[in-house]
């Protein structure tokens, strides 16, 4: 495979700002950023005054586009915050073991389960828009985001291979190269808005307060006040457990919370509801928080796993 050569990548950065979307270069054939992250930051040049982040460094500046694609065959990272994007990233599985949860049972990929996600809304699914193949085969569908919000990227809050780029994230842009393969205009439409019924979905619910103690002991009946309250603590973890982090959340506290289980001291069904519960209330979709609190369950002792 030869390498894309670098006039054409510019005239990516170039075609990319021009529609107004802020760039910036990531790491020749690679979908990395370039430059170090701020966990190396030298504290210097561009960072004198602390670490400056690919969303903060993104430019629509022709000029430093030019001068920077100058120096090596970047390829191309759209800052889809600052850009007012919100791109629905239809991921396909790694491989043959990469199966959908119950949930998106029978779906194929993260187009399918997006399909599957319009039908239960009721809404058609919007594919008259600005649209990307990644070189996987999976598609970015661009949106434009709606006026006085600023949703943040998301993984596994619509679905299965289903994540969105907006605040916090970046796509790689049409004309970009990684391994070898490219990512292509497919549909060269003005993104549309993201439809509101998205917005909804993307919208974060705020957290629900923690349950005062006393009410959790009069749920968690013949538990003891130490169990009760080792419950009420994992309960506070998950609620507070950031996005990308939900599912592991879950299962830790599921898994911390199976020694209980097995001493008796908590009952199954109980920790099982109320872990249901704050998994919900966080976003993480039904059928994940299930598999999650069985898995934590299993792995902590107080399920047997049973044949499948
Ligand atoms: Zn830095």
């Known amino acids: 495979m030869t390498p894309t050569p670098a006039p054409a990548l510019l005239s990516?950065?170039?075609?990319?700002?021009?529609?107004?979307?802020?760039?910036?270069?990531?790491?020749?054939?690679?979908?990395?950023?370039?430059?170090?992250?701020?966990?190396?930051c030298p504290g210097a040049g561009r960072c004198s005054e602390g670490h400056r982040t690919p969303e903060q460094r993104a430019t629509l500046d022709g000029q430093q586009l030019a001068q920077c694609w100058q120096a090596a065959p970047y390829n191309v990272g759209i800052?889809?915050?600052?850009?007012?994007?919100?791109?629905?990233?239809?991921?396909?599985?790694k491989d043959d073991?990469?199966?959908?949860?119950?949930?998106?049972?029978?779906?194929?990929?993260?187009?399918?389960v997006f399909a599957m996600l319009c039908e239960r809304a009721g809404e058609r699914l919007p594919t008259e828009t600005y649209t990307v193949r990644t070189r996987r085969g999976g598609q970015h569908l661009y949106f434009t985001a709606?006026?006085?919000k600023q949703l943040r990227s998301t993984a596994d809050v619509l679905g299965w291979k289903v994540d969105t780029r907006a605040w916090g994230g970046y796509v790689v842009a049409a004309g970009s190269a990684v391994g070898g393969?490219?990512?292509?205009?497919?549909?060269?439409?003005?993104?549309?808005?993201l439809p509101a019924w998205l917005t909804d979905l993307?919208?974060?619910?705020?957290?629900?307060?923690p349950m005062p103690l006393a009410e959790l002991s009069a749920r968690m009946r013949n538990a003891t006040a130490y169990s009760t309250a080792a419950l009420r603590g994992e309960l506070e973890k998950v609620l507070?457990?950031?996005?990308?982090?939900?599912?592991?959340?879950v299962y830790f506290a599921a898994y911390a919370l199976a020694r209980m289980i097995r001493s008796g001291d908590l009952a199954e069904a109980a920790v099982s509801s109320e872990l249901m519960s704050a998994g919900q209330s966080i976003g993480l979709p039904a059928g994940e928080c299930r598999t999650a609190i069985r898995s934590g369950f299993v792995r902590g002792g107080a399920l047997e796993v049973s044949a499948a």
Not at 17 to 38: C, I, T
Not at 181 to 193: K, Q, R, T, V
């Open 12 to 40: 990516a950065a170039l075609a990319a700002a021009e529609r107004g979307w802020p760039v910036f270069p990531l790491r020749p054939g690679d979908k990395r950023p370039a430059g170090h992250p701020e966990r190396h």
């Open 79 to 93: 800052a889809t915050g600052p850009a007012s994007l919100v791109v629905v990233d239809l991921d396909v599985p």
């Open 97 to 112: 073991t990469d199966t959908p949860p119950t949930e998106w049972a029978g779906a194929a990929d993260g187009l399918d």
């Open 146 to 148: 709606p006026a006085g």
């Open 181 to 193: 393969a490219s990512y292509e205009i497919i549909h060269d439409a003005s993104p549309a808005l």
């Open 202 to 209: 993307l919208t974060p619910k705020p957290a629900p307060a």
């Open 240 to 249: 507070s457990a950031r996005e990308g982090g939900r599912n592991r959340a």
